[in-house]
């Protein structure tokens, strides 16, 4: 358990609508990540974090951009929602150095109608 | 084009058998292998994991093996309880800045 809370927990909304989803993590961890969960695709990774300010793209970045102004918190912005964007939405973190092992936050439910 | 396979969507067993899971990749890149399980409405939750300079790795009733030429991983849970019914999720990582790459999973159910 790395401390990891995002808010809101659930969220509608409608099409065409700025959204914005928060990561807070308690734990200084080095890496943040965001993922996306649909039937039959598993998780897939939207973007991520490896510092303050330094974010890359993942496999699913399309539509979504991110910020990184302090090491806790991670934002994930859809700057116009589609219905394709209906998911769950999850956070992760890593500590960084030897460790390989990601901790995942509760998971935010978004729908876009 | 997915690089990590669950190719079981579903399994059921019996409590107190051996639940076996499986997983295939495709990346000769992943270097590190990690098992999640997922209860609903819940996020993912580290379960075991395994280098890839190794074979097998040990923790409790779950064990995961590795088959580097095979490019196959198996998770085996024994006893199986009631209580390791979720969705099991296979994931391999890689690069820099460790991205995990999910297989789709697979939902267990342990009978009693």
């Known amino acids: 358990d790395a401390g990891i809370t995002q808010s809101p927990r659930h969220k509608v909304t409608e099409t065409g609508t700025p959204v914005t989803l928060r990561c807070h993590q308690t734990e200084n961890h080095r890496y943040m990540y965001w993922y996306r969960q649909d039937p039959g695709h598993g998780l897939r990774l939207i973007h991520y974090?490896?510092?303050?300010?330094?974010?890359d793209k993942g496999e699913v970045s399309d539509g979504y951009s991110v910020s990184r102004s302090k090491t806790e918190d991670f934002l994930l912005t859809l700057e116009s929602a589609t219905s394709s964007q209906t998911s769950v939405y999850f956070c992760a973190t890593l500590a960084g150095g030897s460790t390989d092992t990601q901790y995942f936050g509760p998971g935010t439910r978004l729908t876009v109608l | 084009d997915q690089q990590v396979k669950q190719n079981s969507p579903s399994l059921s067993v019996q409590e107190g058998r051996i639940s076996i899971l499986n997983c295939d990749y495709t990346?000769?890149?992943?270097?590190?292998f990690l098992w999640y399980k997922k209860y609903p409405a819940e996020g993912p939750t580290f379960l075991i994991s395994?280098?890839?300079?190794?074979d097998k790795n040990e923790d409790g009733r779950f064990t995961v093996f590795l088959n580097k030429s095979a490019k196959h991983l198996s998770l085996h849970i024994v006893p199986s309880q009631p209580g390791d019914s979720a969705v099991y999720f296979c994931?391999?990582?890689?690069?820099?800045?460790?991205?995990?790459?999910f297989g789709s999973g697979t939902q267990l159910t342990v009978l009693p």
């Open positions: 974090s490896y510092g303050v300010k330094d974010t």
């Open positions: 990346n000769s890149m992943f270097d590190y």
């Open positions: 994931a391999p990582n890689s690069g820099s800045a460790r991205q995990l790459t």
């Open positions: 395994i280098s890839s300079i190794k």
